[in-house]
C-alpha cells in the first residue's frame, strides 16, 4: 500500500467517523490538540484500522506518536508499505 493510500484512508475515515474538520487536517497536526481526538474516539479508530489496514494497534508503539504525519508513519511501519 502506497503512503498516499494511507493518507487517502485515515483522511477520510477521520472526516466520515470522527468528524474532524477537514480544514484541520494535516501532516503537522496534532491529533489531540487540533484535530481534538479524545480516549473514545481513539477506540474508535482502533477498530477503524484494523478494518482497513489488517493489524491491532498497540497502545505502547504509539508512545511519541503526537501527529498526523506520525500516525500515518506508524501505519506504513505496520502495513509494509
Known sequence: MERTEIEDIVKKFLIEE???DEDVIRPD???KDDLGIDSLDFVDIV???ER???FKI???EMTGVQ???QF???IE???GA
Open 18 to 20: 470522527i468528524e474532524v
Open 29 to 31: 497536526a496534532l491529533l
Open 47 to 49: 477498530v477503524i484500522v
Open 52 to 54: 482497513n489496514f489488517g
Open 58 to 60: 498497540k497502545p505502547d
Open 67 to 69: 501527529t498526523l504525519g
Open 72 to 74: 500515518c508513519d506508524y
Open 77 to 79: 511501519s505496520k502495513t
